[in-house]
């Protein structure tokens, strides 16, 4: 077993490698950089040592997109905790199938002994003594194997509970993950996924798909003015707004800065610029305090576009839409709901407008 001075040395001379390759290739010394040549000095994920050499091959240097994509693919703590969980549900499987296999031992023994105690007790009576001495030493022999088999059946419950609880830890930090941890609503990466999902589930299916895109109205100002804390509360006012006018498998997500957006399946044009208006109006019927000072600081709008699933349509196209649509809102006067069958959307360009 290696010694706490081995362990130290051996990973020192991994960092030293890394370091050494970060000022050979002139990169800025950034935990992310250190990360993937740290682990190209490991050589632990050959894969990815196969794609910088390749890399450095053609080019002779690794940009910024190429350690991001290193990362993402090779480093990634989500595909880290699939990998793992794919194989605690194999390990779980495979434990229930041994446990079967116990269960059939356990019945097998038991019968057995159960067998042997009813011949023990059919001897005749002349061989009696020797006879009986054999099948009581079998028997508990029997009896001895039924019993390891018990151990091994605690031992591979508990093995198979600890295995459970992995799982659900590794649920717990992948839903951290994919959660805007100031909002509590889902990030841009999960959005980014559900959408894709609910756009091919929607086309399969022959549904209707309907798409909200949120803006708060002012709100640069709004931070300016009051500070980043109090823009917070805010951020955090509209997420709750949002969050209580969504059910079942309505997704709602921060889309980022101070705009969100809901997804809405099974969701006609109609419906969804209803559950617009549920929002917006629950929005601008809460009154904003300062809580360090107690100071009422008014109401806060937002704008909404909604834009309907079409033929032909991907998360691109269906977000442009949407998007154009609360451009329309906004130059409308803000502090409304504009859908993609509305005639301001095509009234005036998109401007810069917050």
């Not at 059939?104 to 009576?125: D, K, Q």
């Not at 390891?148 to 093995?159: D, G, I, M, Q, Y």
């Not at 006067?333 to 509305?342: F, L």
């Amino acid at each position: 077993m290696a010694t706490t001075d081995d362990e130290h040395e051996r990973t020192m001379a991994f960092a030293e490698i890394a370091i050494g390759q970060i000022k050979a290739l002139r990169q800025p010394a950034t935990p992310r950089n250190f990360e993937v040549w740290y682990c190209y000095a490991t050589g632990y994920h050959p894969s990815l040592n196969e794609t910088i050499n390749e890399i450095l091959a053609r080019r002779g240097r690794l940009s910024d997109a190429d350690v991001e994509r290193i990362c993402n693919t090779y480093l990634s703590p989500t595909r880290l905790s699939e990998r793992i969980d794919n194989v605690g549900s194999k390990v779980v499987d495979e434990i229930d199938q041994v446990m079967a296999m116990v269960d059939v031992a356990i019945g097998s023994t038991t019968t057995c002994s159960e067998n042997l105690a009813g011949v023990s007790r059919e001897l005749p009576a002349a061989d009696r003594n020797e006879l009986r001495a054999i099948v009581e030493s079998l028997v508990e022999t029997s009896r001895e194997m039924q019993e390891v088999n018990h151990k091994l059946e605690e031992r591979l419950t508990a093995s198979k509970l600890e295995i459970s609880q992995l799982q659900r830890h590794l649920e717990v930090a992948r839903n951290e993950s994919l959660t805007d941890p100031l909002t509590t609503l889902s990030n841009r990466k999960f959005f980014d996924e559900a959408l894709d999902k609910a756009i091919a589930e929607a086309f399969s299916e022959n549904e209707s798909l309907s798409l909200l895109l949120t803006d708060i109205d002012h709100f640069k100002n709004f931070n300016d003015t009051y500070g980043h804390l109090t823009g917070d509360q805010v951020l955090r006012l509209v997420a709750q707004c949002v969050k209580q006018n969504v059910k079942g498998q309505d997704i709602a997500a921060r889309y980022g800065g101070e705009e969100f957006v809901v997804i809405l399946p099974n969701t006609v044009m109609r419906s969804a610029v209803t559950v617009a208006e549920h929002i917006r109006r629950a929005v601008m019927s809460k009154e904003l305090m300062k809580r360090s000072t107690g100071e009422h600081l008014g109401r806060v709008t937002i704008s909404i576009g909604v834009a309907a699933l079409r033929r032909g349509d991907n998360a691109q196209s269906l977000i442009g839409r949407a998007d154009s649509c609360l451009y329309a809102a906004k130059r409308a006067g803000r502090n409304r709901v504009i859908c993609d069958t509305d005639p301001e959307v095509n009234a005036a360009p998109a401007a810069a407008v917050a």
